[in-house]
């Protein structure tokens, strides 16, 4: 038996200031913070179990909602960060999440529903993941599992298959019904993945404006200083020149 104590969310916070000691900006530090406790908070939950559909939420949940960050070389720092805290690596994350995704490459929107059919019998690679979660007692459904679904179903749609909120809501309903969890969170989970998408990229928007215009109003300050200092030192530069009896030609 473990007796090990359960770790706290401040020493995952602890883990991943100790592998990404720089600041993180503004804006994007809610989606860090958030994602930390999140995949904390699952690791020690008795009930979960690690699959590549969650790896692949998470990884998208990152490089989604971190796009646009400055300076771009801390981004990978940041996520070795958050799966050193857990006790993993982002390669093991990463490689899951990439193995998973392109197991739907070639494949169309009605091939992976086709996976959803009769689970009961097992497979290999994702129909494997699917028949398992399906198959536990006591699955521990979280929202990177929703996300991981949805960019599994976002990688085979077409644009119209995913346009309308109310089709989306219905299919993913069914494959929730299909993996024998609650159909409650996942379509939600999923259109608040959606919304928060739209949302964070205005808010990128905005941020884009506003470091231009505050990088304007540098370069403006800059060019006004230097045009006060020129119109000082030019008659100075005179009045020496004639001081010492020469022509300030």
């Known amino acids: 038996m473990n ?91 990463r490689g899951d999440a990439e193995a998973i995704k392109a197991s739907v490459n070639g494949m169309s929107l009605g091939d992976l529903k086709g996976l959803f059919e009769n689970l009961g019998d097992g497979g290999d690679g994702l129909r494997g993941t699917l028949a398992s979660v399906a198959g536990k007692e ?7 599992f929703g996300i991981g679904l949805y960019t599994l179903v976002e990688a085979v749609a077409t644009g119209d298959d995913l346009k309308d909120k109310e089709t989306v809501e219905a299919l993913f309903n069914t494959l929730g019904e299909k993996l024998n969890m609650s159909t409650d969170k996942l379509p939600k989970d999923v259109e608040l993945y959606r919304s928060n998408l739209e949302k964070f990229a205005q808010a990128q928007e905005v941020m884009k404006d506003m470091v231009a215009a505050d ?8 060019k006004a200083a230097e045009a006060e200092a020129e119109a000082i030192v030019e008659p100075v530069a005179a009045a020496e020149t004639s001081e010492s009896g020469e022509s300030p030609e």
């Not at 998470?58 to 960060?81: A, C, H, L, Q």
């Not at 006591?138 to 990177?144: D, I, L, M, N, T």
């Open 3 to 93: 007796n090990a104590p359960v770790r706290t969310v401040s020493d995952a916070k602890r883990d991943f200031y100790a592998h990404h000691t720089r600041p993180i900006n503004s804006i994007y530090r809610r989606v860090v913070d958030e994602l930390m406790v999140e995949m904390h908070l699952l690791s020690v939950n008795v009930d979960f179990a690690y699959d590549p559909i969650y790896a692949l939420g998470i990884v998208t949940t990152f490089d989604r909602f971190m796009v646009g960050y400055e300076p771009e070389r801390d981004k990978d720092s940041i996520f070795n960060g958050l799966c050193r805290s857990i006790n993993s690596t982002p390669e093991h994350y």
């Open 138 to 144: 006591k699955f521990k459904y979280s929202r990177p």
């Open 215 to 222: 990088r304007k109003k540098r370069e403006d300050r800059k």
